[in-house]
């Protein structure tokens, strides 16, 4: 086929699974082929949910850098497992963290829980050190349904963060159309805040 590039590998016993019956490549080993071919963000998506549900172990990271050590785009997958995290809950907040590593934002942290006097606020998306700013993104099943209860609560949640002196930033889907707009108001809100 035209366009088409084939690549042999070979499939150990370590780089297989069987779900539902059927024999599938592993997670592990279909993350970083994943990542070997993709752009660097979708390479992350995809390491950081194998970390996030327990398919790519520290023994499954180093085995696969080694089988992976020559092939086509094996730098692109190597990047991709450095800079993975499985503290990333969703496709909508690996995209922005490399957004942020893309345009230069300082690395955030991540899932960082906040308290005050009332007990635990909760955990934000990110958050950056010496900052006092959290960036939260807002996918479409974080508000279940929407009900005004659901956003009540999380109004109620974001107000509690304020009162710790927090600036909250708040980003969805659509921020992902204009990624250098998202970064540079980004980058004023830390620069006043540093």
Request: hydrophobic letters at 40%; proline letters at 3%.
């Amino acid at each position: 086929m035209a366009g088409v590039q084939h690549h042999l590998g070979v499939l150990t016993d370590a780089d297989l699974s069987v779900v539902d019956g059927l024999l599938v490549t592993s997670v592990a080993r279909a993350s970083l082929e994943s990542a070997c071919t993709a752009s660097f963000d979708v390479g992350v998506i995809g390491v950081d949910a194998a970390l996030r549900t327990g398919g790519l172990g520290e023994d499954e990271v180093r085995r696969l850098r080694s089988v992976i050590a020559y092939w086509p785009g094996s730098a692109a997958a190597r990047k991709a497992l450095s800079f993975g995290n499985g503290l990333s809950e969703s496709v909508g907040e690996s995209r922005m963290r490399v957004l942020m590593y893309e345009h230069g934002l300082p690395r955030p942290r991540l899932q960082t829980e906040y308290r005050d006097r009332f007990g635990l606020i909760g955990r934000v998306d990110f958050d950056f050190e010496g900052y006092d700013t959290a960036v939260e993104f807002d996918g479409a099943l974080k508000y279940g349904d929407g009900s005004p209860e659901v956003l009540i609560r999380e109004k109620r949640r974001e107000d509690r963060l304020r009162a710790l002196g927090l600036i909250v930033i708040r980003t969805d889907w659509t921020d992902f159309d204009h990624p250098a707009q998202l970064a540079t108001n980004m980058l004023r809100v830390l620069n006043r805040r540093r």
